[in-house]
């Protein structure tokens, strides 16, 4: 696919059962079901061959889509750890506090 760069290509392949791989599927499949309804046809038994077809594309697009998405993620972290790496002032690490000196006193009322 021409979506993704030469850079994430390095990245590991998505899972081949995927949110969005069963989500389009199911789409797919579904929208094959109404056409066939709409057409005043059985449903199930119609066009097996199309609900095959329409599950099977949505199955690659969610994929795809999974593997852009992927990608996507890998290249926002490796900008926001790029700035963290070159800016570290502004990131300097605080002062660790107990919980003690969190929470506020407790005086229970009666």
Known sequence: M????????SLPPPAVANRNSVWLAGVGWCSAMLHNAINHRPPLKSGVHRQFLMATIGWFIGYHLTKYENYTYARLDRDMN?????????????????????VEPFHPVR
């Open 2 to 9: 021409g979506f993704i760069p030469d850079q994430g290509k």
């Open 82 to 102: 790029e700035y963290i790496r070159l800016h570290p002032e502004e990131f300097a690490a605080k002062e660790k506090k107990t919980f003690a000196e969190i």
